[in-house]
């Protein structure tokens, strides 16, 4: 009988939250090493080959509830390691210490919000079947989202990205097969929000260099909000461009810390 995707399963850190994902591609991927020397003959011997070093690197995706979120947030921002098992049917495997390279949030008007997670690990060995997971209700854009931009107003965007890149070295193999170690080069969250260009809106628009504080807010029924919030939200001036349709205006921010507050902090999502 054939394996079926939708069996498939991913789980994140010893107590094995088993995440209901989507689009995963965390894995091994190795390559074969060959010698560049002139044979003789157009074809390629085996003899000239080794083995050579593999990678572990892939994500998922995935609509979280509000436990969840919390969880990946935490994971990506404090630069972390967690093991993480893939269930592919016909075999599990566990993925030893794995760290968020990229993070992404996002969400559109009438939909769900929507989790993009990418991972660098170091190491495959055999591991365990997953069971079903048990996941609670997704986040939904409305009326789940409130964002907050300069002077703690509430908009009301059309959609928006939250992004968090930790720039990983993912070929620090010195002597070794598999990566020596995970080490996280930088850390860069960025925010982009697409706002209707209205009067309430203007202030956003052309903003002092030191930018204004902000927060996105995520409340669901059951559970405490989860709040993101940020230090400073630097954002060059774009002016928005015109057609037939209404005009909208972009904001690519990108967060910073400011006096004591961190660029990115988040609290909350847990049961209450």
Not at 195 to 214: E, I, V
Request: charged residues 20%.
């Amino acid at each position: 009988m054939a394996s079926m995707g939708y069996e498939g399963k991913i789980a994140i850190g010893a107590g094995e939250t088993v995440i209901q994902a989507s689009n995963i591609t965390l894995g091994k991927r190795g390559r074969i090493l060959e010698r560049d020397g002139m044979r003789g003959v157009r074809e390629h011997h085996v003899r000239d080959t080794r083995t050579g070093p593999y990678n572990v690197a892939g994500g998922f995706t995935c609509e979280p509830s509000p436990t969840e979120l919390a969880m990946l947030l935490d994971w990506a921002i404090d630069d972390d390691s967690a093991d993480v098992t893939v269930d592919r049917v016909l075999a599990a495997y566990l993925y030893p210490d794995c760290k968020v390279n990229t993070f992404r949030l996002s969400g559109t008007q009438g939909g769900l919000i929507v989790c993009g997670v990418e991972l660098v690990g170091t190491t495959e060995e055999a591991g365990d079947a997953l069971d079903d997971p048990e996941s609670t209700s997704p986040y939904a854009y409305a009326p789940d989202l409130a964002l907050t931009l300069v002077g703690s107003s509430t908009r009301d965007p059309q959609s928006f990205e939250l992004s968090i890149d930790n720039q990983l070295d993912a070929e620090r193999f010195l002597n070794s097969l598999t990566l020596a170690e995970v080490n996280s080069q930088d850390q860069i969250v960025r925010l982009r929000a697409v706002l209707p260009f209205t009067a309430a809106n203007l202030a956003l628009y052309d903003q002092a260099l030191a930018g204004a504080a902000g927060s996105i807010k995520l409340s669901q029924d059951g559970f405490t909000d989860l709040v993101i919030s940020f230090g400073r939200l630097q954002v060059p001036a774009e002016s928005p461009p015109i057609d037939k349709g209404e005009i909208f205006l972009t904001l690519n921010m990108e967060a910073r810390a400011y006096g004591e507050a961190a660029a990115i902090d988040v609290a909350g999502g847990a049961g209450s």
